[in-house]
């Protein structure tokens, strides 16, 4: 195995270490283990490390570390790890109802194969199946092992709802959608187990490095979902009534770290810069939970005095029917109504804070809203928002407003990790052409239409899924580019840059139809230019607190 593993920044604040290629168990035993060791013998910085196939993330904080330092530090680790055998993890007997209802593809596989499907079944019970990663919903599977003679492509077009806990085969995989919906694989079985409910700990019922032999069942009841609930902390105050929810309102912190290797992605707040501006002005540390509003924002009903402030887009920010500013502290008395009347120039997105933070549950240590992942919900009429105790701040603190999409919006790209995967023709395009941010976004991706990216030749249309960090810009076979967000752990895409951490809260604030460009900037200067904005930050913090 090489001592100098190859390295590729994923932006300012990630870095991809690959110990080989493809898809190979021993590798991926390696890989888990190099992973393992890293997590326990972490350097300042280090915000979460997670395997995946043949290749590993570091995701740092580049205000403490970057990326030189990050790559010495794993060679390093790497060099003095155990060269023994690479050892799998726990067996795990998986029982599976199969056909019929619960696995209404089974008779397609079979007749596809060319197996009855007695001895589909058999053949998919007899060997073991080596979890490779979790990923694509939490707690999803990425399962090896496949008896080759039950490999079949997968569906042309992906079905639009399963049930949750569908056991599913496509190429020489298998897979569990642990909480249903949407897939293109075929849905040979089901199995009774809850296999991620984040109020479980553990929130997932395998890892990545777990043996899985299936074991058929003729069980008939399966367990509900998880429930997809918004729920208060009885310790916190009532604080402001729900009159009108808005378009999607929902509370989001700074995100959820350590639990990737499920995955569960960090999520968050979708414009982290409006968030710690917000809170920064109402007293909170900037990562304290507040309410993202989308669009048209909520009307609320102050129950008891407190002192919010709203960071972001203006969407019409009114108290009492009249306007009110953004970016600045203001007192509210009991009685008075907080509303806003919809933006009032391009922006889509801003963050709401009140003194204290907004006293959510806490599920998988953090209060940010993951739908996704069953956790929390957005506001409903009548709801009552909680916060956190304690003396109120004084109002009027102010910074500056945040800058709104303009006619073209210029996101700064930290090239790479794939970009051998592209020509230079489609190279040059991306940094050239102008894209159009599509109204097919939600909080995992982006879709961008404009001139198609052309690919190397030679170069596949997909490669083995590796980790995503948010502003990851995949390209599809079709070469129209998505930004991945906040809520999506690995891709099986080429990856042709990551888009600057700042920059991708600008991003959040554009509505469908903006146009859009990219230019790139080296990991050194996106590490460079980090630091800069927290120092202005942090100037501004120290300003505001005397």
């Known amino acids: ?218 069980e008939t009841r399966f367990p509900d979902p998880p429930p997809l609930s918004l729920s208060w902390e009885a310790k916190g105050v009532e604080v402001l009534e729900v009159l009108a929810p808005g378009a999607f309102t929902t509370v989001q912190d700074a995100g959820r770290w350590g639990h990737q290797f499920r995955g569960v992605p960090v999520s968050g707040a979708y414009d982290q810069a409006a968030l710690a501006w917000a809170n920064l002005l109402v007293g909170n540390d900037p990562g304290d939970a507040a309410l993202e509003i989308t669009l048209m924002g909520p009307r609320l009903k102050a129950l008891r005095p407190v002192v919010i402030a709203a960071a972001g887009c203006d969407l019409g920010l009114t108290i009492d029917g009249k306007p009110a500013p953004m970016h600045q502290a203001l007192a509210l008395a009991p009685g008075q109504v907080l509303g806003f009347r919809g933006p009032r120039r391009r922006g889509a997105r801003a963050l709401l804070a009140l003194a204290g933070g907004a006293a959510n549950e806490r599920l998988l240590g953090s209060r940010s809203t993951y739908l996704l992942g069953r956790m929390g919900a957005p506001l409903r009429k009548g709801d009552v ?40 023709q489609g190279l040059e395009t991306f940094y050239s052409a102008q894209y159009e941010l599509t109204a097919q976004a939600d909080r995992r991706g982006a879709r961008l239409e404009g001139p198609a990216l052309s690919f190397a030749p030679g170069s596949p249309a997909s490669l083995v899924s590796e980790p995503n960090t948010p502003g990851v810009i995949q390209v599809p076979s079709g070469g129209q580019p998505i930004v991945m967000l906040r809520e999506q752990t690995v891709g099986g895409y080429p990856k042709i840059g990551t888009v600057f951490g700042p920059d991708l809260d600008r991003l959040a604030r554009a509505q469908s139809g903006q146009a859009t460009r990219f230019v790139a900037m080296s990991a050194e200067e996106a590490v460079a230019e980090a630091r800069r904005l927290d120092r202005t930050f942090q100037a501004a913090r120290t300003g505001v607190a005397s």
């Open 385 to 424: 928002v909680r916060g956190a105790p304690g003396p109120l701040p004084p109002a009027g603190a102010a910074c500056p407003a945040l800058e709104e999409p303009g006619r073209v919006l210029t996101l700064r790209v930290v090239p790479g990790p794939n970009q051998e995967f592209f020509s230079p």
């Open 1 to 218: 195995m090489p001592e100098k593993l190859p390295a590729k920044p994923q932006g300012e604040a990630a870095l991809l270490v690959y110990l080989g290629q493809g898809i190979d168990f021993a590798l991926n035993c390696r890989v888990r283990a190099l992973a393992r060791r890293l997590t326990q013998r972490p350097l300042p910085g280090v915000r979460e490390v997670l395997a995946a196939y043949h290749c590993l993330q570091v995701q740092f904080d580049p205000l403490i570390t970057d990326h030189k330092e990050m790559s010495s530090w794993v060679r390093s680790e790497h060099r003095l790890m155990p060269r023994g055998k690479a050892q799998a993890g726990r067996r795990v007997e998986l029982p599976v109802v199969y056909g019929g209802e619960a696995g209404p593809d089974l008779d397609y596989v079979a007749q596809r194969t060319g197996l009855p499907p007695a001895e589909v079944i058999r053949r998919h019970g007899a060997v073991d199946h080596p979890c490779y990663v979790m990923g694509f919903t939490p707690g999803f599977p990425y399962l090896g092992g496949l008896d080759p003679s039950l490999a079949v492509p997968r569906m042309d077009s992906p079905r639009l709802d399963n049930p949750p806990g569908s056991v599913a085969v496509a190429g020489g995989q298998t897979g569990v959608y642990p909480l249903g919906g949407p897939g293109g694989w075929w849905v040979i079985g089901r199995t009774p187990w809850l296999m991620y409910d984040p109020r479980r700990d553990p929130a997932t019922l395998m890892e990545a490095g777990d043996l899985v032999r299936f074991v058929p069942s003729h």
